[in-house]
């Protein structure tokens, strides 16, 4: 007879595995097709043209399990269109065309992508249906400037935005005001040739609204001009930083002489529905329930964690602490996702992202403390300017750093936190997961 297995799983493999578990649960070729039968269940397929078009980190793959499901329940419906996703976010797909094009920074080739789209939706007419594959992400490749606005004035706006230390709602406020696709532009454009709209959603932002995920091109939207001009005053963002362009552009539609985004009374009566199949807090519990089966009790903190990363790392550090001090009797999983922003200074080039940044900063202010480990990470396995998703430490890789003479402090300066994690060993290096749920973060207390 076997014997059962009992020898304990090593620190990194359970934080691994916990956010291998929050990845999966997000697939798009497990997801995607759930939803296609709810949206059309047999007797309802779709008939006429059926376009489908998207873009973002998962928008690929959305597209090739959408393929796949259609060969087999569509056979008779002609698939076309084309979907815009990040450089290395491809997937195989047979009639959807796949564009690679930059991200975070849009480039030519997405705006090219986002003008065919555009197009092709003006093509539509009455009994056809448009469906749209988003994901975080589409943001930036969605990125078609309303007239006379250039991509070199929308890269350099992103820039600044970014640079700035603006929360992605905020920055994305900004660019749905700038956007001939964004804010709902695209649903409008079917809506007015009489098509229905049925977009699939994967969210990554905090609150999963419509609205928000990749600036909600299928959405109606709740900010104005108005939110757009407060935003750049707000980070001192002037003609310095911003092309003269872009703030002509939002005075006029302040001044109620261009149109504004899409608003609920415009849907009125219209065939449009977002459907958003995988959040950020799904995911989450995903995580929870894996460390359950290995002796941890979870504590799902939420999904809507955001602020500065540096800043979010010292309160989680306080938080486990307080945990230890008043004592556990089990082992203890803190977890939560929300996106941090980097503010990085002028002059400061900086290595890594929010993922990494918050766990240097974690590990900075939970010095001492041998019995917590943790992982940081993006779902979309690119965390920042480098190629790992995130990076972890446990009691270990804290011994190895002392040995090495490594001081976090003065990574965190530099923010250079991949640089620190990357000295020990340390990184988590996934390649892209062709999915996007935010960002997850774990911390394991034993005892």
């Known amino acids: 007879m076997t014997q059962p297995n009992t020898k304990p799983t090593p620190i990194e493999d359970i934080l691994k595995n916990a956010f291998a578990a929050a990845v999966a649960v997000a697939d798009p070729q497990l997801i995607v097709p759930q939803y296609l039968a709810k949206i059309f269940p047999v007797g309802q397929e779709p008939k006429g043209r059926c376009l489908v078009v998207g873009a973002g980190k998962a928008s690929a793959s959305m597209a090739s399990a959408l393929e796949t499901y259609a060969k087999v329940h569509w056979p008779q419906v002609n698939l076309e269109g084309i979907v815009l996703t990040r450089y290395g976010h491809s997937s195989p797909t047979s009639f959807i065309r796949i564009v690679e094009a930059g991200h975070p920074v849009p480039d030519q080739a997405g705006m090219d992508g986002a003008q065919e789209i555009l197009s092709l939706a003006k093509q539509l007419q009455a009994g056809d249906i448009l469906i749209a594959l988003v994901s975080g992400g589409g943001s930036s490749l969605l990125t078609l400037p309303q007239e006379g606005i250039s991509i070199d004035d929308m890269r350099k706006t992103t820039e600044a935005l970014l640079r700035s230390g603006a929360p992605i709602e905020e920055m994305n406020v900004v660019r749905k005001h700038l956007s001939a696709i964004l804010g709902g532009n695209l649903a409008r454009v079917a809506i007015a040739r009489g098509a229905r709209v049925e977009a699939l959603l994967i969210s990554d932002v905090t609150g999963d609204s419509p609205a928000d995920i990749a600036s909600g091109p299928c959405a109606a939207d709740y900010s104005s001009y108005f939110d757009a001009v407060n935003i750049l005053d707000k980070y001192s963002l002037t003609e310095q930083s911003i092309p003269a362009s872009v703030i002509t552009h939002l005075k006029q539609g302040l001044a109620g002489e261009i149109p504004e985004t899409l608003k609920d009374i415009d849907l009125v009566n219209a065939q449009v529905a977002n459907h958003v199949i995988a959040t950020a807090y799904k995911s989450l519990e995903a995580a929870a329930e894996y460390v359950r089966t290995q002796g941890y009790e979870p504590i799902i903190l939420g999904d809507t964690i955001t602020g500065e990363a540096q800043d979010l790392g010292i309160e989680q550090a306080d938080l486990a602490k307080k945990h230890l001090v008043k004592g556990i009797s089990k082992p203890l999983a803190l977890i939560s996702g929300g996106e941090c922003t980097v503010t990085i200074p002028v002059g400061v080039k900086g290595r890594g992202g929010r993922c990494s940044e918050f766990l240097l900063s974690l590990f ?46 003065s990574y965190l300066a530099a923010h250079d936190c991949y640089g620190f994690f990357a000295e020990l060993g340390a990184l988590v290096e996934t390649g892209p997961t062709l999915t996007n749920v935010n960002d997850f973060r774990i911390i394991l207390l034993n005892k």
Do not use: C, Y
């Not at 779902?379 to 976090?408: C, H, V, Y």
């Open 364 to 409: 900075a202010a939970s010095e001492g403390i041998s019995n917590l480990a943790a992982l940081a990470a993006d779902t979309d396995g690119i965390d920042g300017s480098e190629q790992n998703a995130g990076a972890w430490f446990s009691g270990d890789i804290r011994k190895d750093s002392e040995l090495k003479g490594l001081i976090p402090e």
